[in-house]
């Protein structure tokens, strides 16, 4: 069966489940429409007017329109079945309308499940600069597939619980291998060792398999090939160096921790991300390669700050001096999955890592950057004026491979951010809401000319 089909049945699936279900009391619905205007005065927008803003907007993208409906059906014992649709339609890309969301999802007391194409969650209220995990931003469209999951910590005793999901993903056609495969899993404790207290630590692995490459033939794809990938198992007799070539596909993941106290009004969180893509760093010989953050969010907004985040990101070491076959080369794969860990020509993970479409491939993955978020209102509680600000510096230096990546030199940039709300307009009773939000930013780079941006997002949203 196509991997086509495979979606598709599992949308009919999902259908079947409400169909057949006990009823529903409740349904619920939403429309939403957006407008994006946004120029600079360089042929690239700056870095963050197109960077993780979901694979909709490309760095030469003027002008966006996004359209989004949602149904909601509260089935009894608190179950829940959504559908999803969205189109957008822009410009910058080679393809002027594209997909956004089609999706099925059913959520229970304990588990999710979702078919289709669905956008993630905004973690950290946007402020991240990879929202979920080094490995997983918002800067690319979301991979569809289907994925099982829980909705929260399952505790199987008073104090330790734990987090899991699962999906099988599938990528585009228009890349080195079509329609290569991801298989994605993830698994973290969750320990609350005393009140307000809480500690997360765990691992997510992905891993790209399958396909038909156009210069190295089928991709191993069946059964036992799976297990392989899901086990990260040896690939087999084509395996001749190191941990990463024994490897059956394109493997990647990240150890993670978080421990987090909250407070009478506010929480304070410390987070670590590690990355591997072979043995010596899944044991940290990379270290200290990861992302490090700190974050704080008040309870309650309507203040001049309600939440904040700063991040430091640090790729340099790459297990260079421990791998015989040379440094890690994060997010690329020379052996067959050239187009690395990309979707759409955007990157997947962070955005500090560079994807270069005419290489097809991450051109900068050894780098260091500084990034500090912050958002809050401007006003009061009945008239808030909502921002958003971000502020990054990071120092590329393009690749360990300077003979397979010669494009690239080092630099120090700058990159600044700034949305605010300047129109709010609300009706009582769920009738429909209109915002007017104001972008500026901006791009430092020392060895190129300042790249300035502005734009303007209009929202409507019926309810």
Avoid: C
């Avoid at 959504?82 to 956004?100: Q, R």
């Avoid at 395996?239 to 407070?263: R, V």
């Avoid at 502020?391 to 990159?415: Q, V």
Wanted: proline share 3%; aromatic share 14%; charged share 20%.
């Amino acid at each position: 069966m196509s991997n086509k089909n495979v979606f598709n049945s599992s949308l009919l699936g999902l259908l079947f489940l409400f169909l057949t279900g006990q009823g529903f009391s409740q349904t619920s619905y939403s429309l939403e429409s957006e407008l994006i205007v946004q120029s600079s005065n360089r042929e690239e927008l700056p870095f963050w007017m197109h960077s993780n803003q979901r694979g909709r907007i490309s760095e030469h993208t003027n002008l966006a329109g996004l359209l989004t409906g949602k149904i909601s059906h509260l089935l009894r014992n608190e179950r829940r079945i959504n559908f999803g649709a969205g189109a957008l339609v822009h410009d910058g890309f080679i393809k002027k309308l594209a997909l956004d969301e089609l999706y099925a999802q059913y959520i229970d007391n304990w588990v999710y499940v979702t078919a289709g194409v669905k956008q993630k969650e905004q973690l950290y209220r946007g402020l991240s600069a990879s929202n979920e995990n080094i490995l997983l931003s918002l800067n690319a469209r979301p991979l569809p597939g289907v994925e099982i999951g829980t909705i929260a910590p399952i505790f199987l005793s008073e104090n330790l619980g734990f987090e899991a999901s699962w999906a099988e993903y599938v990528l585009e056609k228009e890349r080195h291998v079509p329609y290569a495969r991801v298989h994605h899993k993830s698994l973290h404790l969750v320990f609350e060792p005393i009140d307000n207290w809480k500690i997360r630590a765990g691992i997510q692995h992905f891993a790209q398999w399958g396909g038909n490459s156009s210069d190295k033939g089928k991709q191993p794809s069946g059964l036992t090939d799976y297990i392989r990938i899901v086990s990260g198992r040896e690939g087999g007799e084509e395996a001749s160096q190191g941990d990463m070539a024994n490897s059956l596909g394109n493997h990647l993941g990240s150890w993670e921790f978080e421990i987090k106290k909250e407070y009478r009004s506010n929480s304070l969180a410390f987070i670590f991300n590690n990355i591997f893509e072979d043995g010596s760093g899944s044991r940290f010989a990379n270290f200290p390669d990861g992302k490090y953050a700190v974050y704080f969010e008040r309870e309650n907004d309507f203040h001049l700050i309600n939440a904040a985040i700063y991040e430091f990101y640090y790729t340099k070491d790459q297990s260079h001096d421990v791998n015989r076959w040379g440094a890690d080369n994060y997010f690329n794969h020379l052996m067959t999955y050239n187009s690395g860990w990309s979707f759409h020509e955007k990157v997947i993970g962070a955005p500090f890592f560079l994807y270069d479409r005419q290489q097809d491939r991450i051109i900068n993955n050894k780098f260091t950057a500084h990034h500090l978020g912050i958002t809050g209102d401007i006003g009061s509680f009945f008239n808030p004026y909502p921002y958003r600000l971000m502020i990054s510096y990071r120092h590329n230096e393009g690749s360990y491979n300077k003979d397979t990546y010669p494009y690239y030199r080092n630099s120090d940039i700058i990159s600044t951010y700034i949305i605010t709300r300047i129109f709010n307009l609300d009706f009582n009773y769920d009738v429909p809401r209109l915002t007017f939000d104001l972008i500026f930013a901006a791009d430092i780079n020392f060895l190129e000319e300042t790249n300035l941006g502005a734009g303007l997002i209009m929202k409507y949203v019926i309810k």
